[in-house]
Structures are given as structure tokens and as C-alpha cells.
């Protein structure tokens, strides 16, 4: 049963993420109908001033002494390159093996890694930094598409906000879904979102210019909503249809059609966003012709559908 939560703050805090798992399990909903938690944010300095990412300063109360045993240990965001504490790793390690859980919000996910809590798991952290942590733990299973993962004993949740998420899964999994609701309803957020971070993620053009497509690429992008195919594209760079398909893979890291795919899906975004179009126009604007079309692609590559993306990122209501 989820009862003791402790939260191990370290220089410099991130004070969203910790005020997320505050926010959660910290605040006394009993009146409400939501148990009580024995909330602990635990720190090597306890009753020391800890600077945070954001100017303020925070003091956490208990010892690190006072996580161990915990039911759940959450780790909130922190530096991506170390040192970690090895006290703080081993009270990770050791939760994990005698029944606990553990918990990571955005960067947290790197301190669960070195405490070897993700070798061979699915895992989450915030996509801009899903590749290193992917570099930096090769047996790490890191997932972008996910808003949070759940595997085994161990919990990571994607950038910021994602924690909330990763939070209310984990108490309407060990205390039911009525009490995540009502937390979820006191924070005024929704018990569960749908999607994954990838609606967040920016996928432009390569940042390094490519060597021999670089001129077809932008030429594309920029007409989107015209029809393109490996014969086109290859008689535009001059080259075979085998050669255009070999150096496009090299250079680009991936096939023709999933890069104009995703590309197509980048101009949908933006169109959804800044623009009051309904979703048949966006379609032929983005090249894919129809909304049916517009529509599987976007839902494959973003998680959500074009309208519940709109909704979620635009402040004007409009036409579907």
C-alpha cells in the first residue's frame, strides 16, 4: 500500500518537479477522502538552505536515512551528467529490491540509471534528453512516445508536467481510481491524459546540413502539399533511384517516406496551431489529401488526434 513517500532533494532542486510530488502527496486531502500520506522530502543536509534551478531556496526537513523504508522514493529532476550521491543510489537500489518503488520526474530518470534501476526496462525522461540518456545507458529502453512508464518496480515520468501524470497512475493504481480523480480535480488537472511527449517534440529539417540533399530537403519542405515520390526526388538530386535512396538513409538517418511523413506532420502542427483552417484544408495544405489520411498519420506520429491536439495547443476554438 502507498503510504510513506519520500522525496530526495539535492542541489540544484528543481522546483517544479519537486512541487509537483508536494503537490500530490504532500498536501492533507483527508477531507476529501484521499488518505494520508507520511510525506518526507529527505536531503544528505537536512535543515541546510538548498539552492534551486529558479533563484528560490528550499530546506528539506528529514535526513536521507529518513527514505529508507519508504513505500515510494521519488527522485525529482537534476543534473544529466553526475556525480550522483552513492548514499542516495543506494537507498534507490535498495528500495527497489525489498518491495518499494521508485519514482523519477523529467532528468530524475538519470539518477535511477546509475543506480542501474533501468539496465534491461522501458524508461522515460524529457525528450530533449531521451538520446543522451540513451547514449549514456545503452541497456536503457528509453521510449519517447510515453508521457510516463511503469516497469516493474521502477516509474519514470517524461519533462515536467509528465510527473503529475506518472504521480496520479501510481495512486490510482495502488489506491484506486476515485482517489486519483479526487486529487486530480483538487490540482484541476485531468486524471489521465492521453498522448505521449511526442505532441511536444520538435522534428525540423537536420541541424547539420546534409552533404549532397541538403538543396532537396528545403525544396520539399517548402512544397509540401505537392506529390513526391523516389523517382521525383532523385531526378531532382540528380542522381539514380538506388543512389538518391542509399545517401538519403546515410544522411538523414532515415527513409524517404517517414522523413516527408514527418515532415508533413510538422507543417499539420503548425497549421493546427497558429491557424483557424478546418482539418480537410490542413490535410491538402500538409500534402496528405484528405482528413482520413491527415488524421492516421498525425495519430501515429503524435499519440493524439488532430482535433484533441488543437484543443490542447490552441487558445481559439475552431472549425473541425
Known sequence: MLRTIAVIAQEPVAMFELGVLCEVFGIDRTDDGVPAFDFRVCSARPGEVLRTTSGMAV???FSLEAARGADLVAIP???VDGPYDREVLDILRDTASSGGRVLSV????F????AGLLDGRRCATHWRY????ADDHPSARVDLDVLYVEDGPVLT???TAAGIDACLHLVRTELGSEVATRIARRMVVPPHRSGGQRQFVETPLPAEPCESLQDVLEWVAEHLDQEHS???????AAMSERTFARRFTAEVGTTPHRWLTSQRVLRARHLLETTDLDIERIARESGFGTAAVLRHHFQREIGVPPIAYRRAFTKQPASA
Do not use: E, W
Request: overall charge positive; aromatic content about 0%.
Open 59 to 61: 530546506v528539506a526537513p
Open 77 to 79: 529532476g537534476g543534473p
Open 106 to 109: 523529467c532528468s530524475g530518470a
Open 111 to 114: 539518477q535511477l540509471a546509475a
Open 130 to 133: 531521451a538520446a543522451k540518456l
Open 157 to 159: 515520468s517524461a519533462g
Open 230 to 236: 523516389i523517382p521525383s526526388l532523385a531526378s531532382r
